[in-house]
């Protein structure tokens, strides 16, 4: 059997079943044809930065310089309408955690600021007001949901063949302590200082884009299951509130090719 074109744009709940670290036979599966990382639906859908943005220094690994320069130029949007893939998953991770900022040009950007700033050509942006679920709930989700307007009407326009499938994962505040057979809280063990708080905030905000995006334009999902799912200290990413138990992987894999098998049956 051919393997499926497919899209990401999210972070890495929905590009890791496309890394053989977790999902070892996904090739046979799919073929991952292009992917979008860290960049917010807002900053997607706005203009694309003035500038050519060529060498780049600072701390930062080279891939996060990569999204930093796609962050600006919306080469994405580009991808997907010069090679349209049969399906694309989309999380809203990075929506959720980061929201987006404006540049004087116009433009917006992830706001992801803790990495940028470590990059010389930081200092050569003109920023703006912050939209985030701590600064601002209620204007950031009136404007994402024009902006997330704006991606399906690109999406209608250029990719109509294109199936849309919302990841629904979520933040998760625990992680299993073998030695102790127990589980044991991701915030307490990272000493952060929002704890919890932001946890249950930030799933809300996530359910309300999730949300908007299927009902409002019939969209296929994946639900997340928080009573299955938990953090995994010995993650190849590290502990964090999106990084999960191999189950979580296993799951979404299969649920993505349940998806495919269903919808090529019709």
């Known amino acids: 059997m051919s393997q499926t074109k497919i899209s990401v744009w999210g972070s890495c709940v929905s590009r890791d079943i496309f890394n053989s670290d977790f999902i070892a036979d996904y090739k046979e599966e799919f073929e991952l044809i292009h992917e979008q990382q860290h960049v ?17 220094n600072g701390e930062v690994t080279n891939f996060y310089k990569n999204v930093f320069r796609r962050d600006l130029s919306k080469a994405y949007l580009n991808e997907l309408k010069a090679n349209p893939p049969e399906y694309l998953i989309v999380d809203f991770y990075t929506d959720t955690f980061y ?6 040009s116009g433009t917006f950007i992830t706001n992801k600021l803790w ?7 930081f200092s050569s942006l003109g920023l703006g007001k912050e939209l985030s679920v701590f600064k601002n709930s209620h204007e950031y989700i009136e ?7 704006r991606f399906m009407y690109f999406m209608n326009k250029n990719c109509l063949n294109t199936e849309i499938i919302i990841n629904k994962s979520r933040f998760v505040d625990k992680y299993w302590d073998e030695p102790e057979q127990s589980f ?5 063990k990272k000493e952060d200082r929002w704890k919890a708080f932001h946890i249950d905030r ?3 905000i996530w359910n309300l884009f999730d949300t908007y995006a ?12 928080l009573t299955e799912y938990y953090g995994d200290i010995d993650h190849k990413w590290g502990l964090f509130y999106v990084h999960y138990n191999q189950k979580f992987y296993n799951d979404l894999f299969q649920s993505l090719v349940d998806i ?3 919808s090529k049956k019709i």
Request: charge should be negative.
């Open 214 to 225: 299927v009902e409002k334009y019939n969209l296929k999902s994946i639900d997340f299951d």
């Open 202 to 204: 930030f799933n809300i």
């Open 115 to 121: 990495q940028y700033k470590k990059l010389d050509y």
């Open 184 to 188: 044991k809280s991701i915030s307490d």
């Open 99 to 104: 929201g987006s900022v404006e540049e004087i």
């Open 260 to 262: 495919v098998k269903e």
């Open 143 to 149: 404007k994402w949901k024009i902006y997330f307007d």
């Open 40 to 56: 917010s639906v807002i900053s997607l859908m706005s203009s694309p930065y003035f500038k050519e943005v060529e060498e780049l």
